[in-house]
């Protein structure tokens, strides 16, 4: 890829002095990589129209690479992401909350990237008070280490729960930040959100000065690899997005690499989602697996994946993985858990089998961006918006509509118990 620093894109100097937020200009200050805040990822899209783009989770770096390298094409303003379950304390990758930005800095300055990223905590989860005791530290370290945005997830708990949760944790996420919220785990066709949820949540956020860039809903999708036809109900979450739209929340879909183009070309088209996460469908392609149009590996009749030869990493690294998850009894959507063990025996490849797996994701990446999603340039969008607010922080796109005194601690509980809720089963459906 030509290296995007010969030809600088209108404005991108002076965005890059004025964009980057504090976090990012204390750890890489003489970079040239547009770190931004999300809520300037989420406003290019409501600005051009029809559009979202793709949230990546960088499992690897592999991934970031040819995720960033397809934005750079697309000249679209992306997201790098990396979810709790997949980058935190407990992790199952290599890449994590506290190393996503140097990875992200790293790779975008080497290839010249000239776009705008944000870097994403995904599913910050919070199940219980323990869990929000250990973000009270912990959420402010993954900021310090450069991320720039972050989905606050407390779906788990009952609906006061996840507000009272969500306002908790407001003065442990700088103003400039990208913030998502979430109602209804990500469980498939079971525990769909409401309406009544997401009015609930963002007018109770709303009376307490909180105004989300993103909700994320339980649509009926599902995270890892998607079994049935049953994808995103668009309906549903047009109906939601509806429901909320006084108060100018986009949407984020979780759950994208289960679902066909048509399917997510009418997400973009019809209702207000922005960001859309990527993850499984990512992970598959870099290893050079088989997969169709939805970004689902393809398996054979005895439910193992299918290795195209002279794709993604060598056979002998294949085999290699693959008696590593019989042995430990790995199989299908748990594949994920062996990133961790086996990122540097992939990093440690020759020069032009790493090439042909960011190469996978690249191309892959780039289709989404353009044909799907309708990202392509954005990134240009993004920039004159920075450069017009001089800023790093893109500002909110609400203010507050409830009043307080109808939102304390006693009268959310209450309005709480009103709500009938279908939550779905109990299980583990983090990814």
Not at 21 to 28: A, D, E, R, S
Not at 163 to 178: R, V
Not at 302 to 321: H, P, R, S, Y
């Amino acid at each position: 890829m030509a290296n995007g620093h010969e030809r600088d894109p209108e404005g991108f100097n002076e965005a890059l002095s004025v964009g980057r937020p504090p976090n990012i200009k204390k750890l890489f200050p003489h970079s040239r990589a547009l770190i931004v805040s999300g809520k300037y990822i989420d406003q290019a899209m409501i600005a051009k129209g029809q559009a979202m783009t793709i949230a990546a989770n960088g499992r690897s770096e592999i991934v970031i690479r040819g995720v960033l390298a397809a934005a750079q094409r697309a000249r679209a303003a992306v997201i790098i992401e990396i979810a709790k379950s997949e980058g935190g304390m407990d992790a199952y990758c290599a890449v994590s909350y506290w190393n996503i930005a140097r990875c992200v800095d790293a790779i975008a300055n080497e290839l010249g990237v000239t776009v705008p990223i944000a870097v994403h905590a995904d599913h910050y989860g919070l199940k219980n008070k323990a869990d929000f005791e250990q973000a009270k530290i912990e959420v402010p370290s993954i900021f310090d280490a450069g991320i720039t945005s972050i989905a606050i997830d407390a779906s788990h708990q009952p609906d006061d729960q996840n507000l009272l949760t969500n306002i908790a944790m407001k003065p442990y996420i700088p103003e400039w930040a990208g913030l998502e919220t979430e109602i209804g785990e990500i469980k498939g066709k079971e525990g769909l959100s409401s309406p009544d949820e997401a009015v609930f949540l963002i007018k109770g956020l709303n009376a307490h000065g909180i105004f989300p860039d993103w909700i994320a809903l339980n649509n009926g999708t599902t995270h890892g690899i998607e079994a049935s036809a049953q994808g995103i109900d668009t309906d549903l979450t047009l109906k939601i997005h509806k429901a909320i739209e006084k108060f100018n929340v986009s949407g984020a879909q979780h759950g994208t690499s289960g679902n066909s183009s048509d399917r997510l070309k009418t997400i973009a088209r019809s209702t207000h989602t922005t960001k859309a996460n990527v993850a499984t469908a990512l992970q598959m392609i870099a290893w050079g697996l088989e997969v169709n149009d939805y970004g689902n590996a393809i398996q054979d009749a005895d439910k193992n994946f299918i290795k195209i030869k002279g794709e993604g990493v060598t056979e002998e690294l294949w085999a290699k993985m693959l008696d590593y998850a019989n042995q430990k009894g790995i199989k299908g959507g748990d594949f994920k858990k062996i990133n961790l063990p086996f990122e540097n025996k992939i990093l440690c490849q020759s020069r032009d089998v790493r090439e042909r797996m960011a190469k996978r994701v690249e191309d892959f990446t780039y289709r989404l961006l353009v044909d799907v999603f309708n990202a392509q340039g954005t990134a240009d969008i993004a920039i004159a918006e920075i450069v017009k607010k001089g800023s790093h922080h893109a500002g909110v796109k609400s203010h507050v509509m409830e009043p307080a005194e109808e939102w304390t601690e006693a009268a959310i509980i209450q309005k709480a118990a009103l709500l009938a809720t279908d939550k779905g089963p109990d299980g583990d459906f983090d990814d």
